[in-house]
T-cell receptor, first 112, second 114 residues
Framework: GENVEQHPSTLSVQEGDSAVIKCTYS??????FPWYKQELGKGPQLIID?????GEKKDQRIAVTLNKTAKHFSLHITETQPEDSAVYFC???????????FGAGTTVTVRA | GAVVSQHPSWVICKSGTSVKIECRSL??????MFWYRQFPKQSLMLMAT?????????EQGVEKDKFLINHASLTLSTLTVTSAHPEDSSFYIC??????????FGEGSRLTVL
């Protein structure tokens, strides 16, 4: 099955700086890569996703890049704000299968 | 995004009792829903895939008689933890897919078994 590795496990950044989280996947058939933000005591919230036919996608301060050859994808958060503090999960799946394999999560802390 | 609602958000029960958690898709029909379990500071673990009108498909190691799943309509799936024990205490989260393939999660249900 698919194996998704996520790094780092924790990330502390100064407000206004950028945060980058990286994930690798093992199954070359995976073609859908969402990112979720989870706040304490809540369910994960989809913040951005990318499909294998594009290399980069951006939504305001959040961007995701995908390198299919190397089988890795990254989340970039620019101009971080305290409300960006949360646990972020990457995931991968084969579109049509809908079963997501999740990374272990990254706890992001934005220092004011 | 699509709205997935879970109820209850938290529940405390005595050991040996059964607990039912509901998952509803509020503004779309979901032929497939998923149930996850999450332990503190850990990632999400897929328990089972719930298919409307058919039996759920359970992941390896998940006891189907312990975790009963029913997906009776296109907007409702239920997870029943039978004869709950303290080790069943966890955060249970459901999710549903929309036609474009995105997966949206409910707010989660925290179960505490005394």
């Amino acid at each position: 099955g698919e194996n998704v590795e996520q790094h780092p496990s924790t990330l502390s950044v100064q407000e206004g700086d950028s945060a980058v989280i990286k994930c690798t996947y093992s199954d070359s058939a995976s073609n859908y890569f969402p990112w979720y933000k989870q706040e304490l005591g809540k369910g994960p919230q989809l913040i951005i996703d990318i499909r294998s036919n594009v290399g980069e996608k951006k939504d305001q301060r959040i961007a995701v890049t995908l390198n299919k050859t190397a089988k890795h994808f990254s989340l970039h958060i620019t101009e971080t704000q305290p409300e960006d503090s949360a646990v972020y999960f990457c995931a991968a799946s084969i579109r049509g299968d809908y079963k997501l394999s999740f990374g272990a999560g990254t706890t992001v802390t934005v220092r004011a | 995004g699509a709205v997935v609602s879970q109820h209850p958000s938290w529940v405390i029960c005595k050991s040996g009792t059964s607990v039912k958690i509901e998952c509803r898709s509020l503004d779309f029909q979901a032929t497939t829903m998923f149930w996850y379990r999450q332990f503190p500071k850990q990632s999400l673990m897929l328990m089972a895939t719930s298919n409307e009108g058919s039996k759920a498909t359970y992941e390896q190691g998940v006891e189907k008689d312990k975790f009963l799943i029913n997906h009776a309509s296109l907007t409702l799936s239920t997870l029943t933890v039978t004869s709950a024990h303290p080790e069943d205490s966890s955060f249970y989260i459901c999710s549903a897919t929309v036609a474009t393939g995105e997966l949206f999660f409910g707010e989660g249900s925290r179960l505490t078994v005394l």
